[in-house]
């Protein structure tokens, strides 16, 4: 069975602190892609990145940037200089094939991040 | 804007009401799913539906019954519904459900949320 766990349940910090969600994984599958999600008390679900098992470079966007190491099975997401408006709870999230050509997401139980101005 | 939209926001109904919960995207996606989630905890999937059929279905009560009339709608019939279920659903898609699907993110709607008196 495979598994995602985000260790952290609630963070909070002052803003333009740095952060970093943890998120490490477990699975049999050799291939398989692991998600980021933001959920903004207004309930919806925002993808943020898509990385696949066998790309480990590691990535920036904008404030964002994400480390993906295999050998330790983690995929951390780190927003440098945080603002209120990144307070949200984020999923981290793991596709795999649920039988036959169907699959589905694993998701962690998710990061409170709260940023105080 | 979510590009998948839900309808209604909020829903109040007593447990021997019959309502249905809609969903609606027009990105030509094939794969669509209902989600429920509970207050403080990630999404548990529900339903999947691959080209219009009924793909998997997480051994959901039957009070609950998916419909796919077409690729771009999807409805959720609740009936006779218990106080346990009062929750968020959330709907998502994808661009395809099979194959190359364990790579596509989902897209989320932003939820209906559902009480039931």
């Known amino acids: 069975a495979q598994k995602v766990t985000q260790a952290q349940t609630e963070i909070s910090v002052v803003e333009k602190e740095d952060v970093t969600l943890d998120c490490v994984y477990e699975?049999?599958?050799?291939?398989?892609?692991l998600f980021w999600y933001k959920q903004p008390p207004s309930g919806e679900l925002v993808f943020l990145i898509r990385r696949n098992s066998f790309d480990e470079q590691n990535e920036i966007s904008g404030r964002y940037s994400w480390n993906f190491q295999k050998s330790t099975s983690s995929f951390n997401f780190t927003i440098t200089a945080s603002q209120v408006v990144d307070s949200a709870v984020y999923f981290c999230a793991l596709s795999e094939n649920s039988g036959g050509s169907n699959y589905k997401l694993t998701f962690g139980k998710g990061t409170l991040l709260t940023v105080n101005p | 804007d979510t590009e998948v939209t839900q309808t209604p926001k909020h829903l109040v109904m007593g447990m021997t009401n019959k309502k249905s919960l809609k969903c609606e995207q027009h990105?030509?996606?094939?794969?669509m799913y209902w989600y429920k989630q509970k207050a403080k905890k990630p999404p548990e999937l529900m339903f999947v539906?691959?080209?219009?059929?009924?793909?998997i279905n997480e051994s959901v009560p039957s009070r609950f019954s998916p419909e796919c009339p077409n690729s771009s709608l999807l409805n959720l019939h609740l009936h006779a519904l218990q106080p346990e279920d009062s929750a968020l659903y959330l709907c998502a898609s994808s661009p395809l459900p099979t194959g190359q699907g364990l790579s596509q993110p989902q897209h989320f709607g932003d939820g209906t949320r559902l009480s039931i008196l």
């Open positions: 990105m030509g996606h094939r794969a």
């Open positions: 699975t049999r599958d050799t291939t398989y892609y």
């Open positions: 539906y691959s080209y219009e059929k009924l793909s």
